[in-house]
């Protein structure tokens, strides 16, 4: 048994809504094996994991899989369990699990839930498995460890685990925004996160936001230039001064008296940081220990407090507890911080709300001045400290004081913090007790500031050991979303089967005629604010992302693929709008789709993460679009409705407008926004660019469903026929059915390459020229199904007597030739007479095609790439025609009196 393949879900998919991995398991020689196969497995298996007693399986009860397992299931779904016990026993909190066959014997998919904040390259999934599938083939081999043999792999994933999670600072800003509604990505493994979308987007790495100012943060990361700056504003802070060398630092000892503290001049997590010194001696080592600069200060007295400062106000105090054991009478001290270090809570580096206790040369040098050694016994409650920083990175603890506080206090740390502008500081003072008052410089107290952090830790704040727990992280939440903004822009997602980057190109192009700033991602790539800035197949997360993520972007507008969206899931977790243009056959064979309903059901992922009180279009000639609204997790009563339709008399839409609702639809000719019984003119077909005079009626679904949804978004109506006339298909939507003139004979592009968008690409020139008068270079794709490419040829067949042929650059798995042979002779047997040449390559082919049409005519080009094909059309010297195509030598063909094929009669308009 072993992985093959192992893919990411980083959003909402059509397994649930939260992110999933999803591993290709191939089961090798368990292939066509049952559990009840293998004698002795269930009960060796729930000895090594009893926890999966637990398990509900299909049968939403615990005991659920142990019954499965017992009546006899295949490896995979065992692997799948395994997977997921080994993630709960590791402190990896999921449930959800899923396997499914590929088609292939002894192939399947295991699908399990991911952390909602686990790295999309995390390798924990594929460890998880991996040792699940270790397990299990060494279980059926008779050889299953005991659950003490494998605490030693279990540590190891947890391990793992652990340096992938997020820190308990970084996780508290994630949860807290996420309890807001505010959208969360975490970049890579980083704890650098971006909350928001577009130009409401924020980024945080740790307490460290987009708008920490980088002087305010260099300024207290040098403590000299923090205490002098701190001194001259009147803050009461520690007498001291820089030294560069051993002899400035002991200059400094005998001017302040001692003792004093040496620490580094910029260090970081009391690193190097020497207290008690009185002695030339001590501050000599203690400079060597810092291996650099280091400021000398006088030692004050008091508590050690962090007080932490989030936009000017304070949010939090903690009394900071130096490291320390407690004796028994018994344990050494060593093996007390044993006992301490067993604590859950704490772990490596910042990785938990508590450090683990190191004993290291800074620990015996703390124990030797008190005359101990790690092998020293402690009386019973005797104290003995371990470090003389009260840091949590060498293992102290926090107790809240917050409540405490004297106003003088929160004064001063409300100035520390605005003298180095600071949006979130952490300002360390001692104190002889925070809720008292403090003096003012110069009195000589012995209390005051003692450092200033930019980035401060939050752990004891969020843990603290004793007092009360405070939600710093909503803190600072708070102030970077002010007012209770959720931080989200308007968007709205496109899908469908055709059509789908039209719609998405009109949308983008109404609303930004609102003044909005769109981001907009097509199959042909990303455009910020009106310019492309990626050229590629932008309809998956990835691309969503790059949108949401842009500064400038005032409103999101994202063709939404098939391919993206089962490969790698939502690049989004809801948006305001949904658009589903139409599901007919294409793709079918790819990623485990085998019929319409498949596509369907992907498709309804788009419609189900529209948000409670979004807008729902949906195409209401189309019986696969319409079955969405019933599917219980698209609730219709949850979301606002909007059909489209070509058919004003069409049952759907009638019973809709009954009782009250909105739809757009096609009306004697006119684009008609209707509500109820009222009926608004919007703008007459004719004059739809690119509908040439509405001879192409899929230009009126598409614009009907791009006005639904930019007036939902907000769009106003009196500008709509404006803006629309403005829209220029050759600049604005090249590539989908643009006219171009080459001399006396037209060229019509279309990137159709299924039936029903060649049906409709067809029908629309034999309406303009009749389908007599029609030539075509076509290329195919070779990822499609044969019978999905018979069906294409057929309905060609049926459309057109003169075709050349050519096939993609990309062959897609086919051998060279292969589609384009099958599709000529599935046309010749549907069309025996047909005249149908092949070519090598689009410029042969449509050199070919112009020398098959007569003056007057149309050729149809069908292509795989527009860019090379728009240059290669330049060079020819065609020009775009736009408007209404006259044939050379007589009049145009009126849209009233259409001629179509009758062969095409009977294929549906999308």
């Known amino acids: 048994m072993k992985i093959e393949s192992l893919r990411r879900l980083r959003g909402p998919n059509v397994y649930l809504s939260r992110p999933a991995t999803v591993a290709r398991l191939h089961l090798g020689d368990l292939t066509g094996v049952e559990t009840t196969d293998v004698t002795g497995f269930t009960e060796r298996l729930l000895r090594a994991l009893p926890g999966l007693a637990e398990h509900h399986c299909a049968a939403g009860t615990p005991g659920g899989f142990v019954s499965r397992l017992r009546g006899g299931t295949y490896f995979g779904h065992v692997a799948e369990h395994v997977g997921i016990e080994l993630s709960q026993l590791i402190g990896r909190d999921v449930t959800f699990g899923r396997t499914v066959g590929t088609g292939v014997d002894g192939v399947y998919d295991v699908i399990t839930e991911c952390p909602v904040d686990e790295s999309p390259e995390s390798p924990v999934p594929g460890a998880l498995l991996a040792a699940a599938i270790d397990l299990v083939v060494r279980v059926a081999a008779g050889a299953g460890p005991s659950t003490a043999q494998l605490a030693g792999p279990l540590a190891g994933l947890a391990a793992l685990a652990e340096r992938e999670a997020t820190g308990p600072s970084t996780r508290s800003i994630i949860e807290a925004a996420r309890r807001r509604g505010i959208p969360v990505e975490r970049f890579d493994d980083l704890s650098l996160v971006r909350l928001g979308w577009g130009h409401r987007r924020r980024m945080a790495w740790a307490a460290m936001t987009d708008r920490t100012s980088a002087l305010g943060v260099d300024i207290a990361g040098d403590k000299h230039v923090t205490r002098r700056l701190l001194d001259e504003a009147g803050i009461p802070v520690a007498p001291g001064g820089a030294a560069g060398t051993g002899d400035e630092a002991v200059r400094i000892l005998e001017l302040l008296g001692g003792p004093v503290v040496v620490k580094p001049r910029n260090g970081r997590h009391g690193r190097a940081v020497a207290l008690h010194l009185t002695t030339a001696d001590q501050v000599r080592a203690a400079f060597a220990a810092v291996g650099g600069e280091a400021v000398v200060e006088r030692q004050l007295d008091g508590r050690d407090y962090r007080v932490l400062v989030v936009a000017g106000e304070v949010v939090a105090a903690a009394e900071r507890v130096a490291a320390h054991v407690v004796g028994d009478g018994q344990a050494t001290i060593t093996e007390l911080v044993e006992r301490v270090n067993a604590d859950p809570r704490r772990g490596a580096g910042h990785s938990r709300v508590l450090t683990r206790i190191v004993v290291d040369d800074a620990v015996r040098r703390v124990l030797a001045r008190d005359g101990r050694t790690p092998e020293s016994v402690l009386a019973r409650g005797e104290v003995a400290g371990l470090r003389d920083t009260a840091n949590l990175s060498t293992g102290g603890t926090g107790r809240d004081v917050t409540d405490q506080v004297h106003p003088d206090v929160t004064r001063i740390c409300r100035r520390v913090a605005a003298l180095l502008g600071l949006d979130i500081a952490g300002i360390d003072l001692r104190l002889p007790d925070v809720g008292a008052p403090v ?49 989200r822009i308007p968007a709205v997602a496109i899908t469908g089967t055709n059509g789908k980057t039209t719609v998405t190109r009109l949308i983008a192009h ?21 310019r492309v800035v990626q050229i590629a197949d932008a309809t998956g997360p990835r691309s969503a992302q790059m949108v949401l993520g842009d500064p400038q972007v005032e409103v999101a507008v994202l063709e939404t693929a098939r391919g993206g969206l089962l490969r790698r899931g939502l690049g989004y977790d809801w948006t305001d709008v949904g658009v589903i243009t139409n599901i007919t056959a294409d793709h079918l064979g790819q990623d485990g789709l085998t019929s319409v309903e498949d596509l369907a059901h992907v498709k309804a992922v788009v419609a189900e993460r529209v948000r409670d009180g979004g807008t729902l279009v949906l195409n209401a000639d189309d019986p696969w679009v319409r079955s969405l609204a019933d599917r219980p997790r698209v609730r219709a009563d949850r ?66 469903a791009a006005i639904a949804a930019a007036r939902a978004l907000g769009a106003r109506p009196e500008n709509l026929a404006d803006r629309l006339g403005e829209f220029d298909p050759a600049a604005d939507n090249p590539g989908r059915g643009t006219l171009f003139r080459l001399g006396d004979v037209s060229l019509y592009v279309d990137y159709a390459h299924n039936p029903a968008a060649l049906a409709t690409t067809l029908r629309t020139l034999h309406r303009l020229w009749g389908p007599e008068r029609c030539v075509a270079a076509v290329t195919l794709p070779g990822d499609r199904r044969d019978d999905l490419l018979a069906a294409s040829a057929q309905v060609l067949a049926d459309g057109l007597t003169r075709v050349v042929l050519y096939e993609d650059e ?68 065609a020009v775009p025609a736009g408007g209404m195509p006259v044939p050379a030598g007589s009049a145009p063909l009126p849209p009233a009196a259409p001629q179509v094929s009758r062969q095409l009669t009977g294929i549906p308009i999308y």
């Open 639 to 704: 979301k606002r409705l909007i059909w489209f339709s070509l058919d004003p008399q069409n049952p759907v839409l009638a019973e809709h407008l009954s009782r009250g609702g909105a739809a757009y639809l096609l009306h004697d000719g006119w684009l008609v926004q209707a509500t109820g019984a009222r009926r608004t003119p919007l703008m007459r077909l004719a004059d739809v660019p690119g509908a040439y005079g509405g001879a192409a009626l899929h230009v009126a679904a598409n614009t009907l």
């Open 510 to 530: 109404l609303l930004s005629g609102s003044g909005l700033r769109t981001g907009t991602a097509t199959s042909d790539g990303v455009t910020i604010d009106g």
């Open 439 to 487: 003096p003012p410089a110069g009195a000589a107290t012995g209390a005051g500031v003692i450092e200033v952090n930019a980035v401060p830790g939050l752990r004891m704040h969020l843990a603290p050991v004793e007092g009360r727990s405070r939600d710093v992280g909503d803190a600072i939440v708070r102030a970077m979303f002010p007012g209770g903004s959720d931080g």
């Open 810 to 877: 990309e062959s897609r798995g086919r051998a060279p030739g292969e589609v384009a042979a099958l599709v000529e002779r599935e046309m010749r047997a549907r069309r025996p007479r047909l005249t149908a040449v092949s070519a090598d390559g689009f410029r042969a082919a449509v050199t070919g095609a112009l020398d098959l049409a007569a003056p007057g005519e149309v050729v149809l080009v069908i292509y795989e790439s527009w860019g090379p094909l728009r240059s290669f059309l330049a060079g020819l010297g």
